[in-house]
């Protein structure tokens, strides 16, 4: 059992930046995939950003392109959501998951592990 623990989340104003972090409690071999997706209030989860831990492949949503940056830290087995200028539709409950690439590099909801959330409001 994978357990992922999110931090960084947060309430700023628009234009600001957050950190999200997402450390992972053990490697998984054939799952390697790391993302980032988001729900808010009413809305389907959406994939934000998602990196191949074994190859640096990258997603992103369109939306973000520009603005925010996953990095990892493999010997930390944590992934990193850089998120710049951000804006009030960013608003959202944030949720780390690791899974297969084949869904997770397409931005697809389908995860092996979920992590808790961490909310990130940006009020205007």
């Known amino acids: 059992q994978v357990q992922l623990v999110e931090s960084g989340g947060g309430s700023v104003q628009a234009g600001g930046s957050l950190r999200l972090s997402c450390a992972a409690s053990?490697?998984?071999?054939?799952?390697?995939?790391m993302g980032w997706f988001r729900q808010a209030p009413g809305k389907e989860r959406e994939g934000v950003a998602s990196i191949r831990t074994n190859g640096g492949s990258t997603y992103y949503t369109d939306s973000v392109k520009g603005r925010f940056t996953i990095s990892q830290d493999n010997a930390k087995n944590t992934v990193y959501l850089q998120m710049n200028s951000l804006k009030p539709e960013d608003t959202a409950m944030y949720y780390c998951?690791?899974?297969?690439?084949?869904?997770?590099?397409?931005?697809?909801?389908?995860?092996?592990?979920w992590g808790q959330g961490t909310q990130v409001t940006v009020s205007s």
């Open positions: 998951a690791k899974g297969l690439c084949p869904f997770l590099l397409r931005g697809e909801a389908r995860a092996d592990y």
């Open positions: 053990a490697i998984t071999y054939g799952l390697n995939c």
